[in-house]
């Protein structure tokens, strides 16, 4: 019996096959707990691509990997800018499973890089109504049937190092991630009466396929002279000495959603192996 035995977990933005919501999803799955795979299932507009989307296709796939171990699994497609479909996500859950207890907001566009000077509205508005607004909604969504549960929950945000410091080409995902810190400060003190915690896990950067991206990406911005001088440039400055695997955040999310952590929240934990120290 593992430590999530009978209880349900919804993981927002994880249809990609190699991305952080996979590896939450399968390290959940391995403790016990029946999960909801959840991503957008196809482009809907030019913010939602579909090399950063996860498909109807794959999220059926790692459904079925999770199934191999013994728990429940279902997929639900979810668009994290709608309340309505957040809502219906969480009742997915609760209907399909028998409950929700953990809630994981790990959907974000963390792929629209510009200098501020060529960042437009459109821009800044995509990635501030998925990564903050969208975790909002989970919120809001997850709580409200938490709630009406009476047996408590867990809530997580994945939030990023970039929810602590500034970086280049950022500003929207900066901000965003910010904004994520005060969000689970208010929502920890309004929901603590329920028995749920509300916390952040802030990864620094993780090579998944969107990692891959922003490799190319900053090794050209940068001016390295290839993206492993650029990687290896990133791990001399990590005391840990390498960036983050996809393991290390779902460890720490399967921690902060254990009864081990049932007095914590309103935390933003840093796993960066001590890169970020804020």
């Given at each position: 019996?593992?430590?999530?035995?009978?209880?349900?977990?919804?993981i927002?933005?994880?249809?990609?096959?190699?991305?952080?919501?996979?590896?939450?999803?399968?390290?959940?799955?391995?403790?016990g707990?029946?999960?909801?795979?959840?991503?957008?299932?196809?482009?809907?507009?030019?913010?939602?691509?579909?090399?950063?989307?996860g498909?109807?296709?794959?999220?059926?796939?790692?459904?079925?990997?999770?199934r191999?171990?013994?728990?429940?699994?279902?997929?639900?497609?979810?668009d994290v800018?709608?309340?309505?479909?957040?809502?219906?996500?969480?009742?997915?859950?609760r209907?399909?499973?028998?409950?929700?207890?953990?809630?994981?907001?790990n959907?974000?566009?963390g792929?629209?890089?510009?200098?501020?000077?060529?960042?437009?509205?459109?821009?800044?508005?995509?990635?501030?109504?998925?990564?903050?607004?969208?975790?909002?909604?989970?919120?809001?969504?997850?709580a409200?049937?938490?709630?009406?549960?009476?047996?408590?929950?867990?809530?997580?945000?994945?939030?990023?190092?970039?929810?602590?410091?500034?970086?280049?080409?950022?500003?929207?995902?900066?901000?965003?991630?910010?904004?994520?810190?005060?969000?689970?400060?208010?929502?920890?003190?309004?929901?603590g009466?329920?028995?749920?915690?509300?916390?952040?896990?802030?990864?620094?950067?993780?090579?998944?396929?969107?990692?891959?991206?922003?490799?190319?990406?900053?090794?050209?911005v940068?001016?390295?002279?290839?993206?492993?001088?650029?990687l290896?440039?990133?791990?001399?400055?990590?005391?840990?000495?390498?960036?983050?695997?996809?393991?290390?955040?779902?460890?720490?999310?399967?921690?902060?959603?254990?009864?081990?952590?049932?007095?914590?929240?309103?935390?933003?934990?840093?796993?960066?192996?001590?890169?970020?120290?804020?």
């Amino acid at each position: 019996m593992g430590r999530f035995s009978g209880k349900t977990a919804v993981i927002t933005g994880s249809g990609r096959r190699g991305g952080l919501g996979e590896a939450i999803a399968m390290r959940l799955a391995r403790d016990g707990a029946n999960t909801v795979i959840s991503d957008i299932g196809q482009p809907r507009d030019a913010a939602t691509g579909a090399q950063h989307t996860g498909s109807t296709g794959e999220m059926e796939r790692i459904a079925l990997d999770m199934r191999k171990l013994d728990v429940e699994s279902s997929t639900c497609v979810c668009d994290v800018r709608s309340l309505e479909e957040v809502r219906a996500l969480a009742r997915h859950a609760r209907d399909t499973h028998g409950s929700l207890d953990i809630w994981v907001n790990n959907a974000g566009i963390g792929y629209i890089m510009k200098p501020l000077l060529d960042v437009t509205e459109d821009d800044w508005r995509a990635v501030i109504d998925v990564n903050l607004t969208g975790a909002f909604f989970g919120i809001k969504s997850a709580a409200e049937v938490m709630v009406e549960q009476a047996r408590g929950g867990r809530i997580v945000n994945i939030a990023s190092q970039a929810a602590k410091s500034g970086f280049l080409h950022a500003q929207a995902y900066t901000s965003s991630k910010h904004g994520l810190v005060g969000l689970v400060r208010s929502a920890a003190v309004e929901l603590g009466e329920h028995g749920i915690t509300v916390n952040n896990v802030c990864p620094n950067h993780v090579t998944t396929g969107l990692g891959a991206w922003q490799n190319e990406y900053f090794s050209r911005v940068v001016g390295a002279d290839s993206v492993e001088d650029y990687l290896a440039a990133m791990a001399a400055r990590i005391p840990m000495g390498r960036p983050g695997l996809p393991q290390d955040t779902a460890n720490a999310v399967a921690f902060l959603c254990s009864d081990e952590a049932q007095y914590i929240t309103a935390e933003s934990m840093n796993v960066s192996g001590g890169e970020e120290p804020h």
